[in-house]
């Protein structure tokens, strides 16, 4: 709270949202650079969505992160969308400037800051596998692409969605779809292998999107995932000799710019790892 007991409300629009750790997260960001901020969810349904957007400028809030499933159905909603949430075809982020509401997306641009801190990859000399063609999967191929990725392939379970993806970012670099079948020659010759699909997450933590057999070192693995924390795919990724690269980052960093975009402050990034991994990790 500042002195005058006033607070700037930002929050999360989802539904459902009762399982979200991003208020733990930010509110923990905010306490600690002395932030007089509040984070809220909000589990707003899909037929009130424009009445939720309609009130960010209603009660001067200074923004919101979007979450499924209104990421693509709140665009027309907002005033501007930033050129990189146009091409990846979703928001994640409303900023309200004076008014004015701001589209961004930071869920590419998070994960490409956490991947390179954490694997020191340089993506102009590696050629990515992309595995999936969903709407996690757009922002990654965005970012990849949009800071430097030179060749990219993405494997969907239908095809036709990783056509479409493959497509819709052409104009960025070198980018083809390929069919499943050709994973086990593919995966020879790429550097990064990326898993946006939703095989292995909680409950189903035995299951692999490829077969480890077909991990080998040299290749940098990145699952989305969190929950679990390790999942199969890095668990035999690490085994194999390949780095892991766990969907923890790409949360955290998502987050940190967007409290950046709210605050004009650095994200304070260790506090709110430490803050995430106390709720998903059960203390004993
Ligand atoms: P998100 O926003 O998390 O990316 P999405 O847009 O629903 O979610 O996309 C889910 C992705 O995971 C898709 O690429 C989906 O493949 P299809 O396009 O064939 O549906 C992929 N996926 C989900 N479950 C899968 C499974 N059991 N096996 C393979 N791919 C799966």
Redesign the pocket.
């Known amino acids: 709270m500042d002195g005058s007991g006033h607070l700037t409300l930002t929050g999360l629009f989802g539904h459902p949202v009762r399982h979200s750790r991003s208020p733990a997260m930010h509110n923990a960001a905010f306490r600690e650079l002395g932030l007089p901020y509040v984070y809220v969810a909000f589990d707003v349904a899909p037929e009130s969505l424009a009445a939720a957007v309609d009130s960010i400028r209603v009660l001067g809030m200074r923004g919101v992160n979007v979450t499924i499933p209104h990421k693509v159905d709140v665009m027309p909603y907002l005033d501007r969308i930033t050129p990189e949430a146009d091409l990846i075809g979703a928001v994640n982020t409303i900023v309200n400037e004076n008014g004015v509401l701001i589209g961004h997306n930071t869920d590419g641009t998070g994960y490409v800051r956490s991947l390179l801190e954490e694997s020191r990859l340089s993506l102009p000399e590696s050629p990515v596998l992309i595995l ?6 757009r922002a990654i191929v965005t970012a990849l692409a949009w800071q430097g990725a030179k060749e990219i392939y993405i494997a ?3 095809r036709q ?1 990783g056509d479409e993806l493959a497509q819709r970012i052409a104009a960025l670099c070198s980018v083809h779809s390929v069919s499943l079948a050709d994973i086990p020659e593919l995966i020879k010759r790429v550097r990064l292998v990326v898993n ?4 292995g997450m909680h409950p189903n933590v035995e299951e692999s ?1 490829i077969d480890p057999a077909l991990l080998h070192e040299g290749l940098v693995v990145s699952d989305l995932i969190y929950n679990p924390l390790e999942t199969c795919l890095l668990r035999e990724a690490r085994r194999r000799g390949a780095t892991p690269h766990g969907g923890l980052g790409m949360f955290i960093y998502q987050g940190a710019e967007a409290f950046t975009l709210w605050t004009g402050a650095e994200a304070p990034v260790e506090i709110m790892r430490q803050t995430v991994e106390s709720i998903l990790i059960p203390r004993r």
Do not use: D, I, L
Not at 132 to 137: E, I, L, M, P
Not at 196 to 199: A, P, R
């Open positions: 999936g063609a969903g709407g996690a999967a969907n379970r239908t969605k946006t699909t939703s095989v999107p």
